[in-house]
């Protein structure tokens, strides 16, 4: 039998650049300066339109169109507000506070994620229960 021995696999390498800087980050700081700034008017647009539809939603008056306005639009206005000021200037003070908080996000979405499966899952057993119960 002949010596085999398989090359080490090296998790996330393949995400992060040789500064350390986020490969989606690094791409923008690439980009021309007209480029970048038809990218933060289109970022802009769909900021007021994220924002705009969470107003639209919370007029409806009912808690389950709130919940969906404050919980999934709004930030994502926010947040696509932010990326137009990143796009602007990606070197500046914004800029590396938007990076900084972007690897905190990811966190947080993962945790919300886990959670709202969990919810989705215990909402599926119980009305899973329910139908057996009263069958």
């Known amino acids: 039998m002949t010596d085999y021995t398989p090359t080490p696999i090296e998790p996330k390498k393949w995400l992060q650049s040789s500064n350390g800087v986020d490969p989606v980050f690094q791409e923008i700081r690439d980009l021309t300066a007209r480029q970048r700034v038809q990218l933060a008017i289109a970022m802009g ?27 999934l639009l709004e ?49 599926v057993i119980w009305l899973s229960w329910e139908l057996l119960k009263n069958g």
Do not use: D, M, N
């Not at 339109?49 to 709130?66: E, F, K, Q």
């Not at 696509?80 to 990811?106: D, I, N, Q, T």
């Open 45 to 71: 647009c769909v900021s007021a339109l994220l924002l705009w539809g969470a107003y639209a939603i919370t007029r409806v008056h009912h808690w389950v169109a709130l919940a969906f306005a404050v919980l």
């Open 75 to 123: 930030p994502l206005g926010v947040f696509a507000a932010l990326a137009a000021a990143y796009c602007l200037s990606p070197s500046g003070a914004v800029g590396r506070w938007f990076e900084v908080a972007l690897r905190r996000a990811k966190i947080v979405l993962l945790v919300f994620g886990c959670l709202s499966a969990l919810g989705t899952a215990l909402i």
